[in-house]
């Protein structure tokens, strides 16, 4: 490979980026930093309002309306996206939802729903892009995964299954694509201050789990985009079947 140049090693440029989950809190902070480097960006959501979050980034920047567990519309859309970009180069799993519970009563819609968005929609989507990646001998895949991936939760049952299997599927996909071109890692946030937080992190749960942080406070969404636009980075080119904690330090007790 190419000797690094530490001015542009965190250049995105022209990278096409597919961001999932992009109308949401830490979508739509996704979608800032890739566009603020430069990106060309698909961003889908199941909200229409994702076509609002590309008309503020102009440019090539486009909007994708579908169900992620939906096999036909992932297939459409992925389509859609090569037709319009013409390949692939970077895809942020990002959407995900949140129900909380006791692990001896979720109901079995929420934890299929939690199951299916969080975890097969990932495969999913992920399944269907990789592909035009190892075609190219180039991509890079990011999982948004949690702090519920590496430690458990109180009431998180089906998240936390949801967020670990995110863990053991991107370690098989490093070790099958890293050789073909394709990096594979995860990001593992702790609260984030977005609305998904506001479900099941106010008030004073929210404060004793911040005292519990070694720095005493939740992620920013920026701080979260971040620590992605690196292992999307040529910086990370090194980096793969990895887990990055953003957590202040919360899983290292
Ligand atoms: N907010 C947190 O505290 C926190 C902490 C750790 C990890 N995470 C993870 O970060 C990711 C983003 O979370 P967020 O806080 O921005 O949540 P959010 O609810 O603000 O955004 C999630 C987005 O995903 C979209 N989405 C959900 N299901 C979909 C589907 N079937 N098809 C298409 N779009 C769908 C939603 O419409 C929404 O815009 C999630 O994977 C979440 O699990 C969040």
């Known amino acids: ?31 800032s930093a890739f566009a603020e480097r430069g990106a060309r960006l698909a ?32 297939a ?38 939690v199951v299916s968005i969080n975890l ?9 892009v990789a592909p035009h990646m190892l075609a190219r001998g180039y991509g890079r895949v990011v999982f948004m995964a949690s702090q519920a991936a590496v430690v458990g939760l109180d009431q998180h049952a089906a998240y936390c299954a949801a967020k670990t299997g995110l863990l053991g599927m991107a370690r098989c996909m490093a070790i099958e694509w890293g050789p073909r071109g394709v990096t594979v ?22 404060e004793r789990a911040k005292a519990e942080i070694p720095v005493r406070r939740f992620a920013e969404p920026e701080e979260v985009a971040l620590a992605v636009l690196f292992l999307a980075s040529g910086a990370a080119a090194m980096i793969n079947g990895a887990n990055l904690p953003v957590d202040g330090g919360y899983t290292i007790r």
């Open 1 to 31: 490979m190419a000797a690094l140049d530490f001015t542009t090693a965190f250049d995105l440029r022209d990278r096409v980026v597919v961001i999932t989950g992009a109308a949401g809190g830490i979508g739509q902070s996704l979608a």
């Open 43 to 74: 961003l889908l959501d199941r909200e229409p309002s994702v076509q609002a979050v590309a008309e503020r980034h102009g440019g090539s920047a486009r909007g994708f309306v579908l169900d992620l567990a939906a096999e036909r519309e992932v």
């Open 76 to 113: 459409d859309t992925v389509d859609a996206v090569v037709a319009s970009f013409g390949r692939i180069d970077v895809l942020v799993n990002n959407a995900g939802i949140g129900h909380v519970g006791p692990a001896e009563a979720i109901p079995t819609a929420d934890w299929n729903e």
């Open 120 to 128: 097969s929609a990932q495969y999913l989507v992920t399944r269907t």
């Open 185 to 206: 890692n995860c990001v593992s946030p702790t609260v984030v201050n977005s609305p998904m937080a506001l479900v099941g992190w106010a008030g004073e749960k929210g």
